[in-house]
């Protein structure tokens, strides 16, 4: 069975601060996505990376792909109360059956 | 464009009760999907469906039924629902197969309690 593990699971930080959230597998992937779920509503896509290496910025969020296909970080520089949440890994690809895989996820709160 | 939808919102059953979650897209995507997400376990697929009339197991399919009649709906059935199937249940679409990159577009859960 292939799996995502993400961590940290929990992250709480003060606004301004910087923090990673990382999502590692020992399989390969093909693509990898990040989504990003609020309270009481369905995940939303941020991004998604193919190529080993890849790096995506989306304002302050930068995406990395791992240059095996096997692991991907999402960073936040200066956070904001607006980026808590839960951010989701899934990663598609190797043995899911065209199917995404997801991380268990890691649950952001920025306090102001 | 309403994107994807789901009823009910929310569902209290009992023991033994049967109940069918509804989904419906208005994007004309192919391929559609059911997961529910429980506290530390992220999401799991429990079935999914490549286009009308097809469906295929997920990860976790025991104790769930599905159908696909229209391409637009994707229903979930619970024949006789037990406490462990309580949830959070999500429906999902998209345009092409996930390995080909391809984004899923999510309806805002149903939460289901089976006491």
């Known amino acids: 069975t292939q799996l995502l593990e993400q961590s940290p699971q929990f992250l709480s930080i003060q606004e301004g601060e910087n923090l990673t959230v990382y999502c590692n597998s020992s399989?390969?992937?093909?693509?990898l996505q990040w989504y990003r779920q609020e309270p009481g509503e369905g995940p939303v896509l941020l991004v998604t990376v193919v190529t080993g290496g890849e790096v995506k910025k989306l304002k302050r969020l930068t995406f990395q792909f791992g240059d095996a296909r096997k692991d991907s970080s999402l960073h936040i520089t200066a956070a904001q109360p607006g980026d808590t949440g839960l951010y989701l890994c899934?990663?598609?690809?190797?043995?899911?059956?065209?199917?995404?895989?997801f991380g268990k996820g890691t649950k952001l709160s920025v306090k102001p | 464009n309403a994107g994807v939808t789901q009823t009910p919102k929310f569902r209290v059953l009992k023991t033994g009760q049967s109940m069918t979650l509804l989904c419906a897209q208005d994007m004309n995507h192919e391929y559609m999907y059911w997961y529910r997400q429980d506290p530390g376990m992220g999401l799991r697929l429990i079935h999914y469906s490549v286009g009308e009339g097809t469906t295929a197991k997920g990860e976790v399919p025991d104790g769930y039924n599905v159908s696909r009649l229209k391409k637009q709906n994707f229903l979930l059935g619970l024949e006789s629902a037990a406490p462990s199937q309580t949830s959070v249940y999500f429906c999902?679409?998209?345009?092409?197969?996930?390995?080909?990159?391809?984004?899923?577009?999510f309806g805002p859960g149903t939460r289901l309690t089976v006491l």
């Open positions: 899934a990663g598609a690809g190797g043995r899911s059956q065209g199917n995404l895989i």
């Open positions: 399989s390969v992937f093909s693509s």
């Open positions: 999902a679409s998209s345009s092409r197969r996930s390995h080909q990159g391809s984004e899923q577009f």
